[in-house]
Every structure is written in C-alpha cells, then in structure tokens.
Nanobody
Framework: QRQLVESGGGSVQPGGSLRLSCAASGFTLDYYVIGWFRQAPGKEREGISCISRGGGRTKYADLVKGRFTISRDNAKGTVYLEMNSLTSSDTAIYYC???????????????????????WGQGTQVTVSS
C-alpha cells in the first residue's frame, strides 16, 4: 500500500522553528513531485510549497516565502519542510502529498494544485502560541 507519513509537528513559541518530515512507504518517492499543504480550523486546505522530482526547483506561497524551506532526500524516501520565524497564523494541520511525475524531466516546474496530487499523509499538527 502506498502511504505518506508526516512527523515533526508540535507546539512552539512565536519566532520558533520546526522541521517536518514526510516519509514514503510502499513506493519509490523519486518518481513523484511532492507538495506541502496546511489546513487551519474552519478554513480550506491551502498549498504552501512544492518541490520537483530531483529537488532542483521549488515554489512557495507568499505567506511562507522566505521563512520556510522545502527539500528532499530521494535515497531516504523523505521530504522535509524547515519552518522558521513561526507565528500564530502558521497554526494548522500540515499535510504532504505526492504527484506522479511520469516521464517528465526530473526538474519540471511544480504547482500547488490540490486535485493533482494522488497520495496524502494523515497530517501533523503544528501549534504556535506563547
């Protein structure tokens, strides 16, 4: 069974940092574009970042640009999201998702479009408060 498992969430103070991980199980991660999404209570799920198959091209939502960094280690089957300068507005459940890349170039530009991602993790809670 193909699955994604997020980890690394928790509670931090404003200005703090967290590093989230997304591990693939049952499939080879390097054939997939990976995206990070988040959903706050009462709000729609929104895309925050994505990364190409080879890791050379990335994209960020304006709200996190300059504070978050996405990366991947295909040998380990894991994608990471480093989050810095966190604020209360970053409180949400964070999800990773995988999109089949087919025969496209390993550095094809990615997009944060929810319905284009096939596999989703269960999410990890991030809470930012004092």
């Amino acid at each position: 069974q193909r699955q994604l498992v997020e980890s690394g969430g928790g509670s931090v103070q404003p200005g703090g940092s967290l590093r989230l991980s997304c591990a693939a199980s049952g499939f080879t991660l390097d054939y997939y574009v990976i995206g990070w999404f988040r959903q706050a209570p009462g709000k729609e799920r929104e895309g925050i970042s994505c990364i190409s198959r080879g890791g050379g091209r990335t994209k960020y939502a304006d709200l996190v640009k300059g504070r978050f960094t996405i990366s991947r280690d295909n040998a380990k089957g894991t994608v990471y999201l480093e989050m810095n300068s966190l604020t209360s507005s970053d409180t949400a459940i964070y999800y990773c998702a995988a999109q089949w890349g087919g025969i496209t170039t390993t550095e094809a530009k990615c997009a944060m479009i929810r319905n284009e991602y096939e596999y989703w993790g269960q999410g990890t809670q991030v809470t930012v408060s004092s």
